[in-house]
């Protein structure tokens, strides 16, 4: 089974900027996308950034032009930046992978989350 460990979440001042990293481990096989979604108290989980294997990038257009995703993929880790961070930004975001096993059995992994908490 593989897991997602994210960390680099804190606490910011609008207008700074924070790293988000999230590690994948265990028996990997494939991981087609990896992304960030954001759950805001009281709002739906959605999607903030995801990346593909083959570097194809696609962002929430609430964070397009501040955020940007990469991936490493020797390391199976993908990143966040986050840029002029905005109150609004406030939220427990969430490291998702969408894996592919030997037997070429997909299935979708999830990360614990880590706060990101931005004052005004």
């Known amino acids: 089974q593989v897991q997602l460990v994210e960390s680099g979440g804190g606490l910011v001042q609008a207008g700074g900027s924070l790293r988000l990293s999230c590690a994948a481990s265990g028996i990997i096989f494939s991981i087609n996308v990896m992304g960030w979604y954001r759950q805001a108290p009281g709002k739906q989980r959605e999607l903030v950034a995801i990346i593909t294997s083959g570097g194809s990038t696609n962002y929430a257009d609430s964070v397009k032009g501040r955020f940007s995703i990469s991936r490493d993929s020797a390391k199976s880790t993908v990143y966040l930046q986050m840029n002029s961070l905005k109150p609004e930004d406030t939220a427990v975001y969430y490291c998702?992978?969408?894996?592919?096993?030997?037997?070429?059995?997909?299935?979708?992994?999830w990360g614990q989350g880590t706060q990101v908490t931005v004052s005004s």
């Open positions: 998702n992978a969408a894996l592919e096993t030997s037997t070429r059995r997909t299935y979708t992994q």
